[in-house]
């Protein structure tokens, strides 16, 4: 068992890692919940392997459960997926004294986290993620959103959950490409944050090997967001080095309508881009670029992919991380060692 807390003054959580905990889901939760109902929300790959597990422990500790089961993809992340969850807890008559849980990947931790920061102005939510992104990353920090047609996580506010519980038994059921999906964003961590990460990740020769030490490195992932998160909740500052690879990231996924590119291959592809981009401005060391290409390579990520500066630049317009006339783009010098840098949005990609 790992376990960390997000110091977080008057909305401190814990995190809890494991393999099988979710088979005791119900203990966590009397950890931090006194009341009845609880809301289960999960997706249609997620709920045959998962669903009956988590629903049946909350049972058997006496909680009144409904189980609200969503089409699996990003584009459940919409208004229209929002407004059907919304009706279903109101059916279920939930009060902002109950409990909402999120069991499922990034869009469901996303979709379901920003329903409790709305309905009834916050119900309070766990995170139960289960796929490797998701627990690495989009789980903890209180980030939550929903997409527009004119772009991903539009939408959204922050919304610190009561606890995450991560159960690493379930990455053994993910296919090969969700798993790499993960590995983006591990990548990403090592990138901006840590070095010895980055060459662990390198070393690195089977899914076996990765597997042998993933609970060291789930743990390492979640300590730097925690870290990076208890200095700046609401990601007017420091925060943004995490969306390090992701603002042409998100300009892949659009560009190809959230079906070709999972948001893992996006922000692979943005992570090289971002180094390629770094290497022509001079901020990031030569080779960078090579050995960022190397190690995607290695976890069955793409990249390149085919998109022009326009479709890049009108991603850029509407990126969360500008300001006015100008955008923060997150470079690396090197690995482990990242920067902010401020650009005009009328220069950027000249």
Do not use: W
């Not at 038994?169 to 993910?174: F, M, V």
């Not at 662990?200 to 490195?217: C, G, W, Y």
């Amino acid at each position: 068992m790992e376990k960390l807390k997000v110091n977080i003054p008057g909305r401190e959580y814990e995190i809890y890692i494991d393999n099988g905990i979710l088979n005791n889901t119900a203990d966590y939760i009397r950890k931090i919940y006194s009341g009845e109902k609880i809301a289960v929300v999960t997706d249609s790959n997620v709920a045959p392997l998962y669903s009956e597990i988590v629903v049946s422990s909350l049972a058997q500790s006496g909680f009144e459960t409904k189980l609200i089961t969503v089409p699996a993809g990003e584009k459940s992340k919409s208004a229209d997926c929002l407004m059907n969850l919304y009706n279903e807890m109101l059916d279920f008559k939930l009060t902002r004294t109950d409990l909402i849980i999120a069991l499922g990947g990034g869009v469901i931790g996303d979709l379901t986290g920003y329903a409790a920061a709305t309905l009834l102005r916050g119900i309070p939510y766990v995170q139960i993620p289960t796929t490797l992104l998701a627990q690495v990353d989009s789980s903890v920090g209180g980030k939550v959103a929903i997409d527009l047609p004119r772009g991903k996580n539009l939408v959204g506010a922050f919304k610190q959950p009561e606890m995450v519980i991560i159960d690493t038994d379930c990455l053994k059921t993910l296919t090969s490409r969700v798993l790499a999906d993960g590995m983006a964003e591990v990548i990403k961590y090592g990138a901006i944050k840590d070095k010895k990460l980055f060459e662990m990740l390198e070393s690195i020769k089977s899914t076996k090997e990765l597997f042998a030490n993933i609970d060291k490195i789930i743990y390492n992932c979640c300590d730097i967001k925690r870290q990076v998160v208890e200095s700046d909740e609401f990601d007017t500052g420091g925060r943004m080095i995490l969306n390090f690879g992701h603002t042409f990231g998100h300009a892949i996924e659009k560009k190809y309508n959230y079906e070709t590119y999972t948001h893992g291959e996006g922000v692979a592809v943005g992570m090289v881009m971002s180094c390629e981009y770094g290497e022509k401005l001079g901020i990031t060391h030569n080779g960078v670029t090579d050995r960022m290409i190397s190690i995607l390579k290695n976890y069955n990520l793409p990249v390149d992919v085919q998109i022009s500066k326009d479709e890049l630049a009108e991603a850029v317009a509407v990126d969360k991380k500008g300001e006015g006339s100008k955008i923060n783009l997150i470079l690396i010098e090197d690995i482990g060692k990242v920067m902010i840098k401020k650009l005009e949005k009328s220069d950027f990609l000249k």
